[in-house]
């Protein structure tokens, strides 16, 4: 994803289809129903715009089937998250926004900017590894740091975890747990799992105790520290 091999821009509902396929499906395929969902569009828009996706070569698609992206999608998608992410960083660390704010406006601000101006900026936050939410950037020739976190609904009652990543699809989520202080980087033993309810009740390196419902455990990403090396 070099930026010399940049193309004109994008418009911001082809760069937002493309981003969602990415984040919906990764390599494999998204449906018309979550695209439609995750956009908040009707499935009849979504199909008519797959069409044009093809059409462009950054997916393939197939009715009733769903949508992949092509080689040149997924290079597109890795340098509008690249953006993204720089983005949301800078916004935290130097406009004084909170991590709860970053997204909706890296969201807006993501089409409004160039390859050149994502680059310098990089370079002015010291070419970060990762973004406020603990979601790994890529670089600028594309590549995406492996992600081997597990959600905290995963994990078994005794074990030692580090918060590795949280998901910023909702404020409301990262309203709570910033509150509370389980961001990434954050050490946390688990206490209890119910499989009941999916209720989880960790406790923090400070000895503060968290009764997690499963919305929040789903939306909680974690590493062993074994793993960290």
């Given at each position: 994803?070099?930026?010399?091999?940049?193309?004109?821009?994008?418009?911001?509902?082809?760069?937002?289809?493309?981003?969602?396929?990415?984040?919906?499906?990764?390599?494999?395929?998204a449906?018309?129903k979550?695209?439609?969902?995750?956009?908040?569009v009707?499935?009849?828009?979504?199909?008519?715009?797959?069409?044009?996706?093809?059409?462009?070569?950054?997916?393939?698609?197939?009715?009733?089937?769903?949508?992949?992206?092509?080689?040149?999608?997924?290079?597109?998608?890795?340098?509008?998250?690249r953006?993204?992410?720089?983005?949301?960083?800078?916004?935290?660390?130097?406009?004084?926004?909170?991590?709860?704010?970053?997204?909706?406006?890296?969201?807006?601000?993501?089409?409004?900017?160039?390859?050149?101006?994502?680059?310098?900026?990089?370079?002015?936050?010291?070419?970060?590894d990762?973004?406020?939410?603990?979601?790994?950037?890529?670089?600028?020739?594309?590549?995406?740091?492996?992600?081997?976190?597990?959600?905290?609904?995963?994990?078994?009652?005794?074990?030692?975890?580090?918060?590795?990543?949280?998901?910023?699809?909702?404020?409301?989520?990262?309203?709570?747990?910033?509150?509370?202080?389980?961001?990434?980087?954050?050490?946390?033993?688990?206490?209890?799992?119910?499989?009941?309810?999916?209720?989880?009740?960790?406790?923090d390196?400070?000895?503060?105790?968290?009764?997690?419902?499963?919305?929040?455990?789903?939306?909680?990403?974690?590493?062993?520290?074994?793993s960290?090396?």
């Amino acid at each position: 994803m070099s930026q010399s091999a940049s193309t004109a821009p994008l418009s911001v509902s082809t760069g937002d289809y493309i981003k969602a396929i990415w984040r919906i499906a990764g390599e494999s395929t998204a449906s018309t129903k979550d695209i439609s969902v995750c956009l908040s569009v009707a499935p009849a828009s979504v199909t008519n715009m797959l069409g044009r996706l093809q059409e462009m070569g950054f997916v393939s698609y197939e009715r009733y089937h769903g949508a992949s992206l092509t080689e040149r999608g997924k290079g597109e998608a890795l340098r509008l998250v690249r953006r993204h992410r720089l983005i949301e960083t800078f916004l935290l660390e130097h406009l004084g926004y909170t991590w709860q704010e970053v997204h909706d406006e890296a969201d807006r601000l993501e089409h409004a900017v160039s390859d050149e101006f994502t680059e310098r900026l990089a370079e002015f936050l010291g070419h970060p590894d990762h973004d406020p939410h603990g979601d790994p950037i890529p670089t600028s020739e594309g590549v995406l740091e492996p992600d081997d976190s597990m959600q905290l609904a995963e994990v078994g009652e005794g074990e030692s975890v580090r918060i590795f990543k949280v998901s910023d699809n909702s404020n409301r989520v990262l309203d709570y747990l910033g509150e509370r202080g389980l961001v990434p980087g954050r050490l946390l033993t688990v206490e209890e799992r119910r499989e009941i309810d999916g209720m989880v009740v960790v406790r923090d390196e400070d000895g503060v105790t968290h009764h997690l419902g499963g919305p929040l455990v789903r939306s909680v990403f974690i590493r062993s520290p074994r793993s960290e090396g």
